[in-house]
C-alpha cells in the first residue's frame, strides 16, 4: 500500500496544480491576460503539465492493451502443434507490442515518480533548464505512448 501511495502522491500533486492554474486562470478572455504576465518557467511548466495531461489518460489504454496481448498470446500458447507454428510470426509480433507497452507504461510512471515542480524555484536560470529537459522527457514519453497504442490498434484488430 506504501508503494501505491508513493505512486499516487505525485499524480495527485500534478492534478492539484493544473486544477489550481486552471482557476486562476478562469479570468483570461480571448487568449488575452487580465495583466499576469508570465515568466519563461511558467509557460514551460504549462508545456510539462500539457505533455502529462495528453499521455495520462492513455495510461489506462495501455493495460487494456497489454491484457489483451496476453489473452492472445495465451490463445496462440494452446493451439496444437502445427497452428501454434503457423501463428508463430504474429506471436513474435505480440511478444514485441508487449515489450513496446510495458516500456511506455514503465516510462511514463518513471517520469512521474522522477518529476519534481518545485526544483529548483530559487534558481530561475537552472529552474528553466530543468523545465526544458523535463518538457523534452514527457514529450518523449507521450509520443511513445501514442505510438505502442497505434501499433497496438493495428496489431490487435478483429
Sequence with gaps: KINQMKKIIP????IIFVACNN????GHEHGHTTGDA???A???MELVMAGHDAAMPKMS???AAQKNVQLALDSINKLPGKLKQA???YKSNLDSLMKGLQYAENSMNRWMEEFSMDTLESNAELRLKYLEAENQKVTAVKENIFSIL???DSLLKK
Aim: aromatic share 0%.
Design 11 to 14: 499524480v495527485l500533486a500534478i
Design 23 to 26: 482557476s486562476e486562470n478562469s
Design 38 to 40: 508570465k515568466t519563461p
Design 42 to 44: 511558467d509557460s514551460l
Design 61 to 63: 489504454k495501455l493495460s
Design 87 to 89: 501463428a508463430e510470426p
Design 150 to 152: 497505434q501499433k497496438a
